[in-house]
């Protein structure tokens, strides 16, 4: 099966999210109940989902009212209350706000090639397995002429994407000490606007640096102008932003610790500190061969990495129903203006199984 893809065609924002959450409906509640049981196995109580749901809504709609009004419409199409339809989007806020610790994630490679051509991406998305249909490739129009594709989870308004204006980002989570307070501004909700508004990596810069949030992830974002590509690492978080810059090789790799040495003084330990570490080290012992693969198909046999997780399976001694591996494997056709995604890890990408938005 390939992933499921959707293009909404309205371009109010409510009405898109009308659009979207009637469209999906039954997987945006089944993904709302797979969330409320994960947020009740991490101690997050049905008062803290409400107070952080309702509190990232409140601060959504003071800093991206279009967005705030795309969630509340997503809310009324799949039959949502609102504050369910933000603690969806903020799902990493609720999960922080409990002090809860998630499997060892995401894995971000990007390169902006110094010698010319567009930048070439992959990652891996690692989650519960209890969340494996959750995925969806959406396509819309947040402005007249301006096209966002995105890899999101159904009823999320953003995650990993690109844009018509050459530009696209990667999305790893983090974990800081100063995490879980007042609700903040959610981190997917952040992606979104980056992806709506920004065509330069430092119109993308000033837009994560203008938001308060309650909870860390990086955002590694890539741009191209016809010309040039360029990259760079955002790492958000309650204690400040990180910003990452490409080596003389163009290269980006990111996993789920902070590379930031201010940033990572204040690093929560999640108890997979050492996977993060060796799949961050695995990355950077792969960068040669990953700059050096054209398509993603080829980047992703790169990727195959099982002694390091790059490429995880859900192990016997995690918890039953909550087991994690990796979902879905990721690639930005930036000058294309395409999301490319395929089921599963690195070991199951097959070149006619990609699906695209």
């Not at 509640?29 to 797979?34: H, I, L, N, Q, R």
């Not at 065509?199 to 203008?210: L, P, Q």
């Not at 760079?232 to 978080?237: D, K, V």
């Not at 910003?243 to 201010?262: I, K, R, S």
Request: aromatic letters at 4%; proline letters at 5%.
């Amino acid at each position: 099966m390939t992933i499921q893809r959707f293009h909404a065609v309205a371009t109010d924002p409510h009405a898109r999210g009308l659009e979207i959450g009637a469209a999906h409906r039954e997987r945006i509640v089944a993904a709302w109940g797979a969330y409320e049981r994960l947020f009740a196995a991490s101690g997050a109580g049905a008062g803290l989902r409400r107070e952080v749901g309702a509190g990232a809504l409140r601060r959504t709609q003071e800093w991206a009212p279009a967005i705030a009004a795309e969630i509340g419409g997503i809310a009324a199409g799949a039959g949502l209350e609102r504050w369910q339809a933000g603690a969806l989007n903020a799902r990493t806020e609720v999960l922080a706000a409990a002090g809860a610790t998630t499997p060892g994630e995401c894995s971000t490679f990007a390169v902006a090639p110094p010698g010319g051509g567009p930048p070439r991406t992959i990652q891996t998305w690692d989650w519960y397995e209890r969340l494996r249909e959750s995925t969806v490739l959406l396509e819309l129009e947040p402005g007249p002429g301006h096209a966002v594709h995105l890899f999101t989870e159904h009823g999320i308004v953003g995650k990993v994407g690109v844009n018509g204006a050459g530009l696209g980002l990667h999305f790893n989570i983090l974990h800081h000490r100063d995490d879980g307070g007042r609700p903040g501004v959610p981190v997917h909700v952040v992606a979104r606007r980056i992806l709506d508004e920004a065509a330069t990596i430092e119109e993308a810069t000033a837009i994560a640096s203008s938001a308060a949030v309650s909870a860390s992830t990086v955002l590694t974002v890539v741009a191209w102008d016809g010309e040039r590509a360029s990259a760079r690492c955002l790492e958000l978080s309650p204690a400040g932003l990180g910003v990452l810059e490409p080596g003389a090789a163009g290269v980006l790799v990111h996993t789920n610790h902070f590379l930031d040495p201010a940033l990572a003084r204040g690093e929560r330990p999640t108890g997979f500190d050492a996977t993060t570490r060796g799949r961050l080290e695995s990355l950077g012992e792969r960068a040669g061969r990953l700059r050096a693969a054209a398509d993603p198909t080829a980047r992703a046999g790169v990727l195959v990495d099982h002694e390091n997780g790059l490429c995880a399976h859900p192990g016997d001694d995690q918890p039953a129903g909550w087991r994690s591996a990796t979902l879905a494997t990721i690639a930005l056709d930036v000058a294309g203006a395409r999301v490319l995604a395929h089921r599963g890890g690195p070991c199951a990408v097959s070149a006619g199984g990609w699906a695209a938005a």
